[in-house]
């Protein structure tokens, strides 16, 4: 036992001079000039750099454009996410996706809010403004870069909810205000004659109210599948209510449905749920040309079709696939700098794909609403428009 103890005070104390003599040597390394390699990582140069106030706060703020996305857990704030991550260049262009209350509100921040270049809306929401809320030039005002993927209605109700007019009389939350559910969900009632009880309560809280049977169904307008919804226990209780399609819906809104694969504990097995969808829109406001704010977003709109490609891979949001960059959006505008973009991108591409502005045109000046055609009054029209612009060309050649 003696031994053993006088081995292990002799370890020890090797132990500590071969510490003292390490740290030793390491300092007399250091004070005749000899360092460690640095592991540190590189800070990014855009941060690592410094200089005066003023020319920071320029150069930070010169290609800066806002996009107003939407409520934290939609798809539209994913879009906003990805424009950031794909177009973003350092101090050559910059995207600050916006957390927002959702698409109705986003088209009222593109019209008021400082900052708000670009928004993520819907084509109910703008003709709602235009027609109702009676917004003044708007046509003029706020024109389109691209046509997004639908975003589809989701009705989510206990089980003895089995149809949209079950729900008369009861309460049901309508998503935030200002929420593209709040907008839509309210037309989609209206037009249905369904008069509920509204509520705008969050979406967590409305979840919460549901399942306690407080409130009798929530709404959501989203693309699917919503990732939530699609994690719900099997013995929730819940299910999607059914919204048959029909000429109620025929102008703004297409036909869409829900399958056992996106949603396996609301969506029986083998089966599908009937609803309607609405499409969205990339929205830019129309700034005068030459203006600071005009360059700003036509450098973004260079970008994002230069970059289109890169959206359509992984890890991106699979809805970026569904982007036709040639779709025209009825009764809107597409920005002068979305259609010279395009036609860059696609020379050859049919005329009908470009001239969206003047179709627009044409619409207002027939005194039409395109919205409310069907596909084959809109291709007899086209072909009266295609007179009617050959019409114009010779009336300016005179």
Excluded: C
Excluded at 16 to 30: D, G, H, R, S, Y
Excluded at 180 to 192: K, M, N
Excluded at 202 to 228: C, F, T, W
Excluded at 299 to 314: E, G
């Amino acid at each position: 036992m003696r031994n053993l103890q006088s081995g292990l005070m002799f370890n020890h104390v090797s132990g500590l001079k071969f510490i003292v003599a390490f740290i030793t040597t390491l300092l007399i390394l250091l004070g005749f000039g000899f360092h460690l390699p640095a592991h540190a990582q590189a800070v990014p140069k855009s941060i690592e750099e410094g200089g005066p106030e003023n020319a920071l706060r320029n150069k930070k703020n010169q290609w800066t454009i806002g996009v107003a996305g939407g409520i934290l857990s939609g798809t539209n704030l994913i879009f906003a996410d990805e424009l950031a991550q794909v177009l973003d260049d350092g101090d050559n262009l910059r995207i600050i996706p916006m957390i927002t209350y959702g698409a109705a509100q986003n088209l009222d921040d593109l019209l008021y809010l400082r900052g708000v270049d670009v928004a993520i809306t819907q084509s109910d929401v703008f003709e709602y403004f235009r027609t109702q809320r009676k917004t003044p030039n708007l046509e003029q005002r706020v024109h389109y870069i691209l046509r997004l993927p639908v975003s589809e209605v989701h009705v989510l109700a206990r089980k003895d909810i089995r149809s949209i007019e079950d729900l008369r009389g009861k309460k049901v939350n309508f998503g935030p205000a200002g929420s593209a559910s709040s907008l839509t969900g309210s037309i989609i009632f209206q037009r249905l004659g369904v008069q509920v009880d509204q509520t705008l309560f969050d979406n967590a809280i409305a979840m919460q109210k549901v399942r306690s049977g407080e409130i009798a169904a929530l709404i959501r307008v989203i693309g699917r599948p919503i990732d939530y919804f699609a994690k719900i226990p099997a013995d929730s209780g819940l299910h999607l209510v059914p919204i048959p399609f029909s000429k109620l819906f025929a102008d703004f809104y297409t036909l869409s449905e829900f399958t056992h694969a996106e949603y396996p504990t609301l969506v029986p097995e083998g089966k599908s749920t009937d609803t309607i969808a609405v499409p969205a829109v990339l929205a830019a406001f129309n700034w005068q040309k030459n203006t600071d704010r005009y360059r700003r977003v036509q450098k973004f709109v260079d970008a994002l079709f230069t970059k289109f490609d890169k959206f359509r891979q992984p890890p991106r949001h699979p809805k970026w696939k569904d982007v036709n960059l040639a779709a025209t959006v009825p009764g809107w505008s597409r920005l002068s700098s979305a259609d010279e973009a395009l036609r860059k991108l696609r020379p050859d591409a049919p005329e009908q794909q470009i001239a969206s502005s003047e179709f627009t045109a044409f619409l207002r000046n027939s005194g039409t609403v395109g919205a409310n055609l069907s596909q084959d009054q809109r291709e007899v029209l086209f072909k009266e428009f295609l007179r009617w612009r050959e019409s114009q060309r010779v009336s300016r050649q005179k």
